[in-house]
């Protein structure tokens, strides 16, 4: 079985580090290297990680966000997978083993999921209630975590092909992640900073012809501060990124093909978003400054996207339909 690297972005998670990392080190298969970046944490997170001899901890002087966090952890290592994982996200035992046995047998899986179930206090014990059985997309350049916020039903429990993996927790093949970089091993972009850029990563990789497995078997129970069905009560902060990343999400992907194939469903959330930036949810309105400031870099990556894309936009269109969200494993 191939040896897993696990990156942990660290942004003031002192309640839930340890609960975290007791289920990294309960793993079956055990972790080459964990490594902590610390985001400037202020809530005694430094000072938790201080001393952890199993840890490889980077501590930066300001928030440069998770994309970058994440970056940083993947560079340090060389095992063939990398597990992205959130400091308030703890593992069942056999999480590792489970996961990357099953990821293993597809050679074109280039990120795998888990079932994350909720988790309530520091400890993270597991709810009833679903976080994510993987990422979804749809026709307006939405994604959403399926199940999410939901009791847990049959088809949740079998394994499947899915749009992507949360970063929350997400499997990912050392080899994928190097195809779909942008110069010096930019895995995740860096300009979302934080939100929506694991809906990036997902769709690059689709692009280039490589799939996300959803296997139920792999459990782990994940607390989520900022929840999606919480919508305009999230923070200011967590709107505001995630208006602005919407556009930097299409910029990048969203080709004249899938564009077509999913017209006008986009169109009219993109004038949804932007009429109630101007209206309801203004403060948020930051957030399309932001993204038109950027347009011209993010067309460009957008243009060098598709140039390299092996798989057309109307194949990726197709997992927007409702009944091709997920599709069928065959075993």
């Known amino acids: 079985m191939s040896t897993v690297d696990v990156v942990i972005v660290v942004h003031n998670h002192a309640a839930t580090l340890a609960a975290t990392l007791e289920g990294l080190a309960a793993q079956t298969l055990s972790p080459a290297r964990v490594v902590v970046i610390d985001n400037a944490s202020d809530d005694?997170?430094?000072?938790?990680?201080?001393g952890r001899q199993e840890l490889e901890v980077i501590s930066w002087d300001h928030n440069r966000g998770f994309a970058?966090?994440?970056?940083a952890g993947i560079r340090l290592g060389a095992s063939p997978w990398v597990l992205s994982l959130n400091p308030d996200c703890r593992l069942s035992p056999d999480f590792l083993a489970a996961l990357v046995t099953a990821a293993e047998r597809q050679p074109r899986t280039g990120s795998a999921c888990g079932l994350l179930i909720r988790a309530k206090?520091?400890?993270?014990?597991?709810t009833?209630?679903?976080?994510?059985?993987?990422?979804?997309?749809?026709a307006s350049g939405r994604h959403h975590d399926r199940g999410a916020g939901r009791a847990l039903w049959p088809a949740l429990e079998q394994p499947a092909w899915v749009f992507g993996a949360t970063g929350a927790c997400a499997l990912l093949r050392r080899t994928a992640l190097a195809d779909v970089a942008y110069a010096?091993?930019?895995?995740?972009?860096?300009?979302?900073?934080?939100?929506r850029e694991d809906a990036d990563l997902a769709w690059r990789l689709q692009r280039r012809g490589w799939q996300c497995l959803y296997w139920p078997q792999a459990r782990a129970f994940h607390a989520r501060g900022q929840r999606p069905e919480a919508g305009r009560r999230r923070l200011a902060a967590s709107n505001h990124h995630s208006v602005r990343n919407r556009f930097?999400?299409?910029?990048?992907?969203?080709?004249?093909?899938?564009r077509l194939a999913c017209f006008p469903w986009w169109a009219v959330r993109d004038a949804v978003v932007v009429g109630a930036c101007a209206t309801v949810e203004r403060r948020s309105w930051k957030?399309?400054?932001?993204?038109?400031q950027r347009r011209a870099f993010q067309r460009q990556r957008g243009a060098g996207n598709t140039?390299?894309?092996?798989?057309?936009?109307?194949?990726?269109?197709?997992?927007?339909?409702?009944?091709?969200?997920v599709r069928k494993l065959e075993r």
């Open 68 to 71: 970058a966090g994440v970056n």
């Open 44 to 50: 005694g997170s430094r000072a938790f990680l201080a």
């Open 121 to 126: 206090g520091d400890a993270l014990e597991p």
């Open 287 to 292: 957030g399309i400054v932001e993204a038109w």
């Open 307 to 325: 140039r390299r894309a092996s798989v057309t936009g109307w194949q990726v269109a197709s997992w927007c339909l409702p009944w091709r969200r």
């Open 248 to 258: 930097l999400l299409l910029w990048s992907n969203a080709d004249w093909r899938w």
């Open 184 to 195: 010096d091993g930019e895995v995740f972009d860096e300009g979302f900073f934080a939100y």
């Open 128 to 138: 009833s209630i679903v976080d994510s059985a993987g990422m979804l997309a749809s």
